[in-house]
């Protein structure tokens, strides 16, 4: 199957932490950029970051900065998204996607429209 498997979300107190996992299943992601979006009820599906090949850059929407980390590893062709200091405002489905045939994340990383392959996504709950 040609897309991302996502995992790793759950439910999760203010100020707690969780790491989402985006393993390419059937296909090799490791050389282009991959960006982790998430989707609140009733709003579109936004950027959260951008990681490109080998690290070489990473970006962050405004609002998580600070608090949440983009690492990936190659030989699993893996991508993690660590998520700290959660707020009730980071709830929401977390998806993964690559911007084929980019090697670099884009200056315009957080349009949707440039990815791919995205799988089901993983729910994060932040909830007292």
């Known amino acids: 199957q040609l897309q991302f498997v996502e995992s790793g979300g759950g439910l999760v107190q203010p100020g707690g932490s969780l790491r989402l996992s985006c393993e390419a299943s059937g296909f090799t992601a490791h050389y282009y950029a991959v960006a982790w979006f998430r989707q609140a009820p009733g709003k579109e599906r936004e950027g959260v970051s951008c990681?490109?090949?080998?690290?070489?850059?990473?970006n962050y929407t405004d609002s998580v900065k600070g608090r949440f980390t983009i690492s990936r590893d190659n030989a699993n062709d893996t991508v993690y998204l660590q998520m700290n200091s959660l707020e009730p405002e980071d709830t929401g489905i977390y998806y993964c996607?690559?911007?084929?045939?980019?090697?670099?994340?884009?200056?315009?990383?957080?349009?949707?429209?440039?990815?791919?392959?995205w799988g089901q996504g993983t729910q994060v709950t932040v909830s007292s």
């Open positions: 990681i490109s090949l080998n690290s070489v850059t990473t």
């Open positions: 996607g690559v911007d084929l045939p980019f090697r670099v994340c884009s200056k315009a990383w957080y349009e949707r429209g440039r990815y791919d392959r």
